[in-house]
C-alpha cells in the first residue's frame, strides 16, 4: 500500500505567519497569551501550550496587566484592541493580512452607509472581527434562503469570511444582484465590482479546490486530517468527500480505523490550511507501520 501526503496541504501563509510570530515571542520570554485558540487545531494547540502559549478569552484581559496577548490569524473586533488598553495589556497582532484588508474595505463601505452582508458563520472568530467593523449592524448569511430574506431597499455590498466556498457565494451574489437595484460585491480592491471578479475569499483555500478533487481522486482512500473546529478544514473536507467517497476525518492518527483501508493500494493523505505537515506525516507513519500492516 502506497501513503501519499499531498504536497499542495498544509498551513496558509496567514498561518505559518501567526505561529512564527508566537514563536518568535515564546523565543524572548516563555509566558505568551492567545486570545482564543491560535489555530483550529488541537493538536498544534498542545505543542505551543507545551512551550508556554497559554489560551484564554476576553474575560481574562483585566487580570493579565503588563503581560502580552497575542491577536490570532482570524483578527478581533476594534473593541478588543479598546478593552486591552483599559486592562493595561500588551497586544502582539498576529492577524492575517487578508483577514485586515477585508475588514478595512467593510468598514470603509459602512462608513459609506451601505447595508453590509457578510457570507459566513456567525459564531466565527473572524466573522466576528468583521461585525465589529460595521458597530455589528451587518447581517450575517450562511445560505442563499438567508440571503433571499434581506432588506431589498438599501445599497448593498456583499463580503465574504475569508474561508468560505466560491460556490455558495456565486448563488448569493446572484441571488442579491436580482433583488438589490444598488448592490456591488466588496473586493481587495479599491473599487467595488460584480460578483464575476475577485472577492474576499482567500485564494489559498479557493484555490486548493482544483488541485485537491485531482488528488483524492488518484487515490483508492482519503484520510483528511484537520481539527473539528476548522472552518476551512469542514469546506475542504467535503470537497475532498465529494471526488471520493471512500474519505475519512481524523484529527490525529489515534482515529485511524483500520477497517478503512481494506484492499485499499493507493492511500492518500490531506489538510485544511490550519492542518501542520509534521501531523500529516506522523498520520502517514502510523498508516504504514501500524493501520497500514493490519490489514488482511
Known sequence: MTVTVDSHSGFCWGVVRTIDIAEDELAESPELYSLGPIIHNPVEIERLRAEGLETVTLDDLPRLRGKKVLIRAHGEPPSTYALARRSGVTLVDATCPVVTKVQERIRKFYDQGYQIVIFGKKDHAEVIGLLGHTDNKAVVVRTVEEAAAIDASRKTVL?????????????????????????????????????????????????????????ASANDVMVFVAGRSSSNGKVLF??????????????????????????????????ATSTPQWLMERVKTAIEHGVGRAQP
Open 159 to 215: 463580503f465574504s469570511q475569508t474561508t468560505m466556498d466560491k460556490e455558495t457565494f456565486a448563488k448569493i451574489a446572484e441571488i442579491l444582484r436580482a433583488r438589490v437595484r444598488e448592490f456591488v460585491v466588496g473586493t481587495f480592491e479599491e473599487s467595488a465590482i460584480d460578483f464575476h471578479a475577485k472577492d474576499t475569499i482567500c485564494g489559498q483555500v479557493s484555490g486548493r479546490d482544483a488541485k485537491l478533487r485531482q488528488f
Open 238 to 271: 467535503d470537497i475532498c468527500r465529494q471526488a471520493n467517497p471512500r474519505t475519512h476525518f481524523v484529527e490525529d492518527e489515534k482515529e485511524l480505523d483500520p477497517a478503512w483501508f481494506a484492499g485499499a493500494g493507493r492511500v492518500g493523505i490531506s489538510g
